[in-house]
């Protein structure tokens, strides 16, 4: 029989740190601190294992899992030397979900298990305190009765807030022991009243259904959204951790607190944490009290952005170094053990009982972008890790973080207050106060901030659709704050100047009404709240940042390219160290900033006869040199792939009545001629019709005064003493023939330009693969083809058969449904259209041994789209401007995992 529970418990362990996919990441290091002589209170994992094997039995628990369950609980009270359900010195228990891969409060916790009314009176007794034990008691029902029983959480808090009302207090601590005793009658009764049943007294039928109750919260929506943003696998399910309880709320020697051992914001080496006195872990996250600074650094640093006097600070809001110095000093060594042990940032969170330190987590803390790129590089110099590692570390979708406008620093901008600067960057958007209403305004097209009390769970599709969060309570250790961190959301967290009135959609901050619609900025690097829409400024890439693209230069072999159709995207790409353009859509130039050159298309479209398609032909050639010129400039002497027309002609003519009127008006021809025009162009199926090289073969002289265009640019260039390496793309070709009746006028006109300029450029004739049939006889296209570019996109609709414009009907649920992996538009369906990239590949180099092969759709961007392109055997990526920096850290990762000889 397989091995269930692992036990933990007085410094030896069953399992380690390398279990974690049997464990999940907290079981496993939970385990691995146990073993590293931590102090953990003893507890035992259930495997990730039984989470499956629940959902695939009808949620039923696997043979022997109950024997093993209560074995386990044995060896957890001999290391407690308490007794499970017992009267006079009860073990009480919490009850945590682990995934392998770490999902900050998107699953459900239970904390005080085992409390009744007879167990209630023995944790008075071993404890000497009443208050704490009731206390306990209350907490437990509403966590239990919201987690397991399906109780909305508002239904205790109504009953906590009248008592409190009541008895005229504001804080939960405030309350005696007889006011909390009473609350657990209370909240009792309202569970019997409302579920027609008892609130369960035995300790066993309670760890029963916390227990499910924490495999059922892997299918929550709220975790199910977290998967799917961060490409977590269903079926990797989650462990469930039962451990002994240790208290944060047994008085004022008594605390909770969350810690980082180095600033996930910024990455800079310094412990940084927050804990509350006479509290319970799940405080610190709800942001419900104001939680204090570990440092006595960071407090007085807290203290004076707050106009909060240094006596005030000390009285009320000491740090923990001031407070209890023998637990804080005893957490610096941890803190230096753990990072020396797991090689990288820490996120902890302890517990002190009676002034003694209890590890109850470590994981490798979430960091934004920033932060992860500093401790990456900081890591190396320390010699902690080697520059492989550090490439390892970063994912690159972080460094998008980095890659977003700031606020322009010269901007004069009205800041009207000043919250926590949870997550960097900025955010511009129109205030909305619900998670719902984020996702449906962001639908429509609209910018949003999402302006909450707090955020909780059920709270992350409305942050995702957000620019960014700003919210009046919390920490930088709240939900808000540690899941916008993980999206690289602007947030701004805990801002108590913000008061929110969400039935009037209206928040106040520092007297300034503001309703839902207005605009605001968020700067979440500073904290500053600023009215209107703040100009924003483009990013630089240098420090860290650059150190850590410089090592991912010398380790990757695939080089990276970009899509650009402007000298301007050019430009911004080059920055981002784009080796070349990939991909340049010369038809985004025929809707260039004079309006005179869409009337030349139009003109040419319209034409009855050759010599009229020329004419028109010759306004739009040197609009198209122009463009040109300015491209080759900007990307000095790095290749250029330059794509000739592709869309069909249609795309170019106005099909409502008034754009075609206003068209007939302005070229001084009847209306009825460019209605006649458009109906006789319109295609049932446009992506699969008149377009891409089919033009070509039809009208040769578009093709040539794009390549004339082409060439007369690189002359004048060259003239000037500017290398250029122009690269002729020819689009949608499936047959021999097509390829070469145009490589052969292409070549012509090259070489009669080159002849009237009397220069001599280096060029290639290549062709775009996105045809199923392309790919299968690639090697008779590789004949007369130089280089490849896959359009990953097209070949995407044509393997599938799915029209990217409609898929967006079906995609979304074939992908919840599990009949796709992924959304096959963003991520590359490597089973499939990755088989037809590697036989044309193949095939093209059968032919041409020294073939150039890359791929130029979406998916040049996408990590795991170019590990496949590095494992395969192409020679570049090409991707938008803003994406080269991931393609680049991607393409450095799939070197270090599967080397390439070079």
Not at 42 to 48: L, N, P, V
Not at 591 to 599: A, K, S, T, V
Not at 714 to 740: F, N, R, Y
Not at 801 to 825: M, N, T
Request: proline share 4%.
């Amino acid at each position: 029989m397989s091995k269930n529970v692992y036990f933990f418990g007085k410094g030896k362990a069953d399992g380690t740190a390398e279990m974690r996919n049997l464990l999940g990441g907290k079981g496993a290091n939970l385990a691995e601190m146990t073993n590293l002589g931590i102090p953990v209170p003893a507890g035992f994992t259930i495997t990730t294992e039984v989470c499956t094997s629940y959902y695939e039995n009808n949620r039923q628990w696997p043979a022997g899992l109950e024997e093993e369950i209560k074995a386990n609980m044995k060896k957890v009270e001999e290391a407690m030397g308490k007794l499970f359900g017992d009267a006079n010195n009860p073990l009480l228990v919490s009850v945590r979900s682990g995934a392998r891969a770490s999902m900050p409060g998107m699953m459900d916790t239970i904390l005080n298990l085992g409390l009744n009314d007879d167990t209630v009176q023995g944790l008075i007794k071993s404890s000497g305190n009443e208050r704490f034990a009731w206390d306990s008691y209350r907490r437990f029902i509403q966590m239990y009765g919201n987690v397991v029983l399906g109780i909305e959480h508002n239904a205790f808090e109504g009953i906590l807030e009248q008592k409190k009302e009541e008895k005229g207090v504001k804080l939960d601590h405030e309350l005696t022991a007889e006011d909390l005793k009473d609350l657990v009658g209370k909240y009792k009764a309202w569970v019997k009243t409302n579920l027609q049943k008892e609130f369960p007294s035995d300790p066993w039928e309670q760890l029963h259904g916390a227990i499910n109750a924490v495999f059922s919260s892997w299918m929550n929506p709220r975790a199910i959204t977290y998967r799917k943003l961060n490409k977590i696998p269903e079926e990797w399910g989650t462990a469930v951790n039962i451990q002994a309880m240790v208290f944060g709320n047994m008085g004022d020697n008594s605390a909770t607190g969350v810690a980082f051992t180095r600033n996930p914001s910024t990455g800079e080496n310094k412990f940084y944490g927050e804990f509350l006195i006479n509290a319970q872990g799940e405080d610190v996250v709800a942001g419900i009290r104001t939680p204090q600074e570990i440092s006595l650094e960071a407090s007085q640093q807290w203290a004076k952005e707050n106009g909060i006097s240094e006596e005030e600070r000390k009285a009320k809001y000491p740090s923990l170094e001031e407070y209890m110095p023998e637990c804080y000093q005893q957490l610096l060594q941890l803190r230096q053990t753990l990072e020396k042990h797991y090689k990288d940032m820490q996120d902890i969170e302890f517990t002190i009982q009676d002034r003694k330190l209890y590890m109850l987590q470590t994981r490798n803390g979430k960091r934004t972008g920033q932060a992860a790129i500093k401790i990456a590089v900081d890591l190396v110099e320390e010699g902690l890790i080697d520059q492989q590692t550090a490439l390892l570390r970063v994912e690159p979708e972080q460094l998008d973080q980095l890659l977003h406008p700031m606020i322009d620093p010269k901007a004069q901008v009205e800041k009207i207050a000043k919250g926590l600067p949870a997550s960097p960057g900025a955010a511009v958007g129109q205030i909305v106060f619900t998670a719902e209403e984020a996702e449906q305004w962001n639908d429509q097209g609209r910018k949003v901030i999402l302006v909450r009390t707090e955020t909780s769970p059920e709270d992350i599709s409305g942050m995702h659709a957000a620019q960014g969060i700003l919210t009046a309570r919390g920490g930088m250790t709240s939900h808000a704050a540690v899941v916008a961190r993980g999206m690289g959301k602007c947030c701004v967290a805990g801002c108590s100047e913000a008061l929110i009135d969400e039935a009037k959609k209206i928040v106040t901050i520092n007297g300034q009404v503001l309703k839902e619609g207005d605009w605001l900025t968020l700067n979440g690097s500073t904290g500053d709240i600023i009215l209107g829409q703040a100009p924003l400024v483009e990013p630089e890439i240098a420090g860290n940042f650059e150190t850590l693209m410089s090592w991912a230069d010398q380790v990757r072999v695939l080089k990276v390219r970009t899509n650009a159709d402007t000298p301007h995207d050019a430009e911004v790409a080059r920055s981002f160290g784009a080796e070349g353009i990939g991909l340049c859509r010369t038809e985004h130039m025929f809707f260039g900033p004079e309006h005179e050159r869409i009337m030349a298309v139009r003109e040419m479209i319209l034409a009855d006869d050759v010599e009229a398609r020329k004419k028109a032909l010759a306004k739009i050639l040197p609009y198209q040199k122009a463009d040109f010129m300015a491209i080759f400039e900007a990307m000095k002497d790095l290749p250029v792939t330059i794509r000739l027309l592709d869309p069909p002609l249609h795309e170019f003519l106005p099909h409502d009545r008034k754009g075609q009127e206003e068209m007939a008006k302005e070229m001084g021809i009847p209306v009825e001629k460019v209605i006649a025009k458009v109906n006789s162009l319109s295609e049932f199926n446009p992506m699969l019709g008149f377009r891409g090289c089919r033009l070509g073969v039809i009208y040769p002289e578009i093709f040539e005064t794009q390549v004339r265009a082409i060439f007369e640019a690189a002359c004048a260039l060259s003239k000037k003493g500017q290398k250029v390496v122009p690269e002729v793309m020819i689009p949608l070709v499936g047959t021999t023939g097509e390829l070469k009746l145009i490589k052969e006028y292409s070549v012509r006109v090259a070489e009669e330009v080159m002849k009237e300029e009397g220069v001599q450029i280096e060029y290639q004739i290549g062709t775009m693969i996105e045809l199923p049939r392309a790919a299968l006889i690639a090697d008779q296209i590789a004949e007369e083809a130089e280089f490849f570019s896959f359009g990953t996109n097209d070949m995407t609709q044509m393997a599938f058969g799915y029209s990217r414009d409609d898929a967006g009907r079906f995609l979304p649920a074939y992908v919840d449904l599990k009949i796709l992996q992924d959304d096959v538009f963003q991520r590359l369906d490597q089973e499939g259209v990755g088989q037809l990239l590697e036989i044309g590949l193949t095939k093209g180099r059968a032919t041409r041994p020294d073939l150039k092969v890359g791929i130029c759709g979406e998916h040049g961007g996408d990590p795991s789209s170019v590990e496949f392109c590095h494992r395969i055997g192409m020679n570049y990526v090409s991707c938008s401007p803003f994406r080269v920096p991931l393609a680049r850290l991607a393409a450095a990762q799939a070197q270090v995992k599967n080397p390439r000889r070079q």
